[in-house]
């Protein structure tokens, strides 16, 4: 799906156990976390993509000026 993102949206820490999951940046940039909070950060910019496996806790930011994303899951 193709989501816009606000300045710094976050969604809480979260886990996914039946899918993977995808994101592709289109335009602005997001930085993801993958795996607890002391884990480190990643940031992906537009034409970048990001892993999010099943069953490893994440969460991503959008940056200081949005983002616009397509978020791929499998299985759909």
Known sequence: MEQWLPPHFSP????HHR??????????EITARLGDMDAPTTTVVAGESVFLPR?????????PDGAKMLE???PG
Not at 12 to 15: E, F, L
Not at 19 to 28: K, S
Not at 55 to 63: E, N, S, T, W
Request: aromatic share 4%; proline share 8%; hydrophobic share 40%.
């Open 55 to 63: 069953d490893v806790p994440h969460c991503f930011m959008a940056g």
């Open 12 to 15: 809480p820490m979260h886990v």
């Open 19 to 28: 899918e993977d999951q995808v994101l592709h940046v289109l335009e602005g």
């Open 72 to 74: 791929i899951n499998t």
